[in-house]
C-alpha cells in the first residue's frame, strides 16, 4: 500500500519534542518532512541528551524524535535565507513551528504572512498555555506543564507530595494533537478542492470554503494536559468541586475504588484493575474480604479494603496468585520492567523494534545505528517503517536548494 502521506510536504520549525513529535509521526505516515535548522547549532534537541547518551555529536533523544527526516539550515535572520524559506513555503502543504509568542511575527512567518505566501498551507502552531492569560511567556515545557495542570496531585500515594510523571507527556500529547489537527485540515483542503473544481470559488460543496482551503492549527502543552485529564476534570466539576483524594496505599487511579492498584506479592508485583471485590476476595481465599455488602464499600472503604489486599498478597507470589486471578477471569496482571518486556513473545509478537542507521560525520563515513521504536499504527495490516536515522544537521540543504529552490525558480 502506498504511504497515506506520501506528497506531502512539511516544513518543521519546531524544535525540541512536541513539534518533531507531530513531524516524526507525519514521517511515519509517508510526508516529507524538512526540518528548518538554525546554521552551526540546529534544533536545541541535539544537545539535550537523556542519561547523557549520544550519538554520532547528537543527542539520543534527538535521533528518538527526528527519525525520517531532512534538514535545511537557514538563518531566519539572514534575508537571503529568508527568502529562500519563503520559497520553500510556496511549495509546501504544512508549516509547523514552537516559537514564542511574537517570534514569528517579528521574523515575518506568522500565518496571516504565510497564508499570503501560500493561501493552501496548513499552518501548525505549538505554545506553552495559548496565546492569551497571564501565563503566554510562562516556559513551555514538559515538567512545568504537568505542574500547572493539576496532574502531579493524581498519582502517588495520599502521603507523597505532588508525583510528576516519568516520561515527557505533555510533549508527547501536544504533538498527538498537532498531527491529528494537520490530518484534519488536510482532508478538509482535499475535499474543497474535490468539491470546487477550482479554487476561483467562494464555496464548494457543503459550504467548504474553496479559495482558501489553508488552516491555522493551533494546540499548547496545558490544553492537550488538560483534554488528557477530562475523565478527572468532569468530575470534579459535576461532583461539587471535591479535590481529587489518592488513596493511603497503591494508589492507581483516584477516582476509582478497591481494589484498583498495584500491590507487592512475596517475590514481585502484581495489578489488579477493576471488578467485583467479592469473586476477588474467594479467588484469593481472601476471608477478611468476603462479605456480601463489600462492594458497597469499595471507595467508601477502599484504604482498608487496600491495606487487607496488600497484607494478603504478600504471602504469595506473583506466579501462585496469577494463576489463581486468571482462572476466576479477574482482570490482573503482574508488573514487568523492560528487561522482562523486551524478552517476552507478546512484545516480539508486535515487532516494535526498529533499527535506523545514517553515515557518521567522521573521515571514514561508517554507519552508525539507533535501535528505536516504529510507528504504532496499522492500516489494512501494514506498519509503517522507515530505516532512515535523523539527519545530520543541514545534511540536505544542499540537494534541496538544487531541487526544490532551483526548480521553483526556473518556473519563475
Same mark, same amino acid.
Given at each position: 500500500?502506498?504511504?497515506?502521506?506520501?506528497?506531502?510536504?512539511?516544513?518543521?520549525?519546531?524544535?525540541?519534542?512536541?513539534?518533531?513529535?507531530?513531524?516524526?509521526?507525519?514521517?511515519?505516515?509517508?510526508?516529507?518532512?524538512?526540518?528548518?535548522?538554525?546554521?552551526?547549532?540546529?534544533?536545541?534537541?541535539?544537545?539535550?541528551?537523556?542519561?547523557?547518551?549520544?550519538?554520532?555529536?547528537?543527542?539520543?533523544?534527538?535521533?528518538?524524535?527526528?527519525?525520517?527526516?531532512?534538514?535545511?539550515?537557514?538563518?531566519?535572520?539572514?534575508?537571503?535565507?529568508?527568502?529562500?524559506?519563503?520559497?520553500?513555503?510556496?511549495?509546501?502543504?504544512?508549516?509547523?513551528? =514552537?516559537?514564542?509568542?511574537?517570534?514569528?511575527?517579528?521574523?515575518?512567518?506568522?500565518?496571516?504572512?504565510?497564508?499570503?505566501?501560500?493561501?493552501?498551507?496548513?499552518?501548525?502552531?505549538?505554545?506553552?498555555?495559548?496565546?492569551?492569560?497571564?501565563?503566554?511567556?510562562?516556559?513551555?515545557?514538559?515538567?512545568?506543564?504537568?505542574?500547572?495542570?493539576?496532574?502531579?496531585?493524581?498519582?502517588? =500515594?495520599?502521603?507523597?507530595?505532588?508525583?510528576?510523571?516519568?516520561?515527557?507527556?505533555?510533549?508527547?500529547?501536544?504533538?498527538?494533537?498537532?498531527?491529528?489537527?494537520?490530518?484534519?485540515?488536510?482532508?478538509?483542503?482535499?475535499?474543497?478542492?474535490?468539491?470546487?473544481? =477550482?479554487?476561483?470559488?467562494?464555496?464548494?460543496?457543503?459550504?467548504? $470554503?474553496?479559495?482558501?482551503?489553508?488552516?491555522?492549527?493551533?494546540?499548547?502543552?496545558?490544553?492537550?494536559?488538560?483534554?488528557?485529564?477530562?475523565?478527572?476534570?468532569?468530575?470534579?466539576?459535576?461532583?461539587?468541586?471535591?479535590?481529587?483524594?489518592?488513596?493511603?496505599?497503591?494508589?492507581?487511579?483516584?477516582?476509582?475504588?478497591?481494589?484498583?492498584?498495584?500491590?507487592?506479592?512475596?517475590?514481585?508485583?502484581?495489578?489488579?484493575?477493576?471488578?467485583?471485590?467479592?469473586?476477588?476476595?474467594?479467588?484469593?481465599?481472601?476471608?477478611?474480604?468476603?462479605?456480601?455488602?463489600?462492594?458497597? $464499600?469499595?471507595?467508601?472503604?477502599?484504604?482498608?479494603?487496600?491495606?487487607?489486599?496488600?497484607?494478603?498478597?504478600?504471602?504469595?507470589?506473583?506466579?501462585?496468585?496469577?494463576?489463581?486471578?486468571?482462572?476466576?477471569?479477574?482482570?490482573?496482571? $503482574?508488573?514487568?520492567?523492560?528487561?522482562?518486556?523486551?524478552?517476552?513473545?507478546?512484545?516480539?509478537?508486535?515487532?516494535?523494534?526498529?533499527?535506523?542507521?545514517?553515515?557518521?560525520?567522521?573521515?571514514?563515513?561508517?554507519?552508525?545505528?539507533?535501535?528505536?521504536?516504529?510507528?504504532?499504527?496499522?492500516?489494512?495490516?501494514?506498519?509503517?517503517?522507515?530505516?532512515?536515522?535523523?539527519?545530520?544537521?543541514?545534511?540536505?540543504?544542499?540537494?534541496?536548494?538544487?531541487?526544490?529552490?532551483?526548480?521553483?525558480?526556473?518556473?519563475?
Amino acid at each position: 500500500m502506498t504511504q497515506p502521506l506520501k506528497g506531502i510536504t512539511v516544513l518543521e520549525f519546531s524544535q525540541y519534542l512536541a513539534g518533531p513529535y507531530a513531524g516524526l509521526r507525519l514521517a511515519d505516515l509517508g510526508a516529507r518532512v524538512i526540518k528548518i535548522e538554525r546554521p552551526g547549532s540546529g534544533d536545541a534537541c541535539r544537545n539535550l541528551a537523556t542519561k547523557d547518551l549520544w550519538v554520532d555529536g547528537d543527542s539520543l533523544l534527538f535521533h528518538t524524535i527526528n527519525r525520517n527526516k531532512e534538514s535545511f539550515c537557514a538563518d531566519l535572520k539572514n534575508p537571503g535565507d529568508l527568502a529562500a524559506v519563503r520559497q520553500l513555503i510556496r511549495q509546501a502543504d504544512v508549516m509547523t513551528h =514552537n516559537f514564542r509568542p511574537g517570534v514569528m511575527e517579528k521574523i515575518g512567518l506568522d500565518y496571516t504572512s504565510v497564508q499570503a505566501i501560500n493561501p493552501r498551507i496548513i499552518y501548525g502552531e505549538v505554545s506553552g498555555y495559548g496565546n492569551e492569560g497571564p501565563w503566554v511567556h510562562k516556559p513551555g515545557q514538559d515538567l512545568l506543564a504537568q505542574a500547572v495542570s493539576g496532574l502531579g496531585w493524581l498519582s502517588g =500515594n495520599r502521603d507523597q507530595g505532588p508525583v510528576p510523571l516519568g516520561l515527557a507527556i505533555a510533549d508527547m500529547l501536544c504533538g498527538t494533537h498537532l498531527a491529528q489537527g494537520v490530518l484534519a485540515a488536510l482532508v478538509r483542503r482535499q475535499r474543497a478542492t474535490k468539491y470546487s473544481g =477550482n479554487y476561483s470559488v467562494n464555496k464548494g460543496a457543503e459550504g467548504i $470554503e474553496a479559495g482558501n482551503t489553508g488552516a491555522k492549527v493551533q494546540v499548547s502543552l496545558l490544553e492537550s494536559m488538560i483534554d488528557f485529564q477530562f475523565e478527572g476534570l468532569t468530575t470534579y466539576l459535576n461532583n461539587g468541586q471535591q479535590s481529587p483524594s489518592r488513596s493511603e496505599i497503591a494508589n492507581a487511579h483516584t477516582f476509582l475504588g478497591a481494589p484498583y492498584g498495584i500491590y507487592q506479592t512475596k517475590d514481585h508485583w502484581i495489578a489488579i484493575s477493576m471488578g467485583p471485590l467479592g469473586p476477588l476476595a474467594e479467588a484469593l481465599a481472601c476471608p477478611a474480604l468476603n462479605r456480601n455488602d463489600i462492594d458497597k $464499600e469499595a471507595f467508601s472503604q477502599r484504604d482498608t479494603i487496600k491495606a487487607t489486599l496488600a497484607e494478603h498478597l504478600r504471602t504469595q507470589s506473583t506466579d501462585y496468585w496469577m494463576q489463581r486471578l486468571n482462572a476466576a477471569a479477574i482482570w490482573a496482571s $503482574e508488573v514487568v520492567d523492560y528487561d522482562t518486556l523486551l524478552q517476552h513473545p507478546a512484545f516480539k509478537a508486535v515487532a516494535m523494534e526498529l533499527q535506523v542507521s545514517r553515515s557518521a560525520q567522521n573521515a571514514h563515513g561508517n554507519e552508525v545505528t539507533v535501535t528505536t521504536t516504529r510507528c504504532p499504527l496499522q492500516i489494512n495490516g501494514q506498519r509503517f517503517t522507515s530505516h532512515r536515522a535523523a539527519p545530520v544537521l543541514g545534511a540536505d540543504t544542499a540537494h534541496i536548494r538544487q531541487t526544490l529552490l532551483a526548480k521553483q525558480e526556473v518556473a519563475q
